[in-house]
């Protein structure tokens, strides 16, 4: 299986604040690397898919790099709503995997 | 709309089965795959497999071979997941979810979600 690995586990930040999340596959991924975010008791949303690309709705703060093994999600500007856990996941191969999340907490 | 409305909560004894069902609106539903993906208590996400709602064929997470049945029905556009042999540690929110397929694969949207406990 490919395992993905997110740090950091937890982050506190402002509203405000430009924070990074990455995100590292175990082996070479191509571009199958989307970014889901959860809040609590509710289904998880698709951020960003295929490394870069804002899924329609998304506010243009959310964007997505990366390449092969190492991915960032950044958020340029923080909204209150934007408190939540952030997944990474690889669809390269199966079984698909997760991140084991990052939550981001307001400071 | 794009919409994947899911079963009610489930209460289970331990060696049980527990059925759920996933049915699909607003989308040709023969042409999206669908996942089951669980979370249990404060944890993160657990994908446990695919299935082609045309012809039905199926992936399963080797975690869950055995245990996991996927299957569905065109005629009322539903996707069912069984999980036998419960135990405590399937207690878990059981997500379904459509597959996308462009220019990588994503999971979009996703249903409510389906609590399932496991308990004596």
């Known amino acids: 299986d490919i395992q993905m690995t997110q740090s950091p586990s937890s982050l506190s930040a402002s509203v405000g604040d430009r924070i990074t999340i990455t995100c590292r596959a175990s082996?070479?991924?191509?571009?199958?690397l989307n970014w889901y975010q959860q809040k609590p008791g509710k289904a998880p949303k698709v951020l960003i898919y295929?490394?870069?690309n804002l899924q329609s709705g998304v506010p243009s703060r959310f964007s997505g790099s990366g390449s092969a093994t190492d991915f960032t999600l950044t958020i340029s500007s923080l909204q209150p709503e934007d408190f939540a856990t952030y997944y990474c996941?690889?669809?390269?191969?199966?079984?698909?995997?997760f991140g084991q999340g990052t939550k981001l907490e307001i400071k | 709309q794009v919409h994947l409305a899911q079963s009610g909560a489930e209460v289970k004894n331990p060696g049980a089965s527990v059925e759920l069902s996933c049915k699909a609106s607003?989308?040709?539903?023969?042409?999206?795959?669908i996942h089951w993906v669980r979370q249990a208590p404060g944890q993160g996400l657990e994908w446990m497999g695919i299935?082609?709602?045309?012809?039905?064929?199926?992936d399963y997470a080797p975690k869950f071979q055995g245990r996991v049945t996927m299957t569905s029905d065109t005629s009322t556009s539903t996707i069912y997941m069984k999980l036998s042999g419960l135990r405590s540690e399937d207690t878990a929110l059981y997500f379904c979810?459509?597959?996308?397929?462009?220019?990588?694969?994503?999971?979009?949207?996703w249903g409510q979600g389906t609590q399932v406990t496991v308990s004596s």
């Open positions: 299935i082609n709602p045309s012809g039905g064929r199926t």
């Open positions: 607003g989308y040709t539903f023969t042409n999206y795959h």
């Open positions: 082996q070479t991924i191509g571009t199958f």
């Open positions: 979810a459509r597959d996308v397929v462009g220019n990588g694969e994503w999971f979009d949207p």
């Open positions: 295929a490394v870069s």
């Open positions: 996941q690889q669809t390269y191969d199966s079984p698909r995997t």
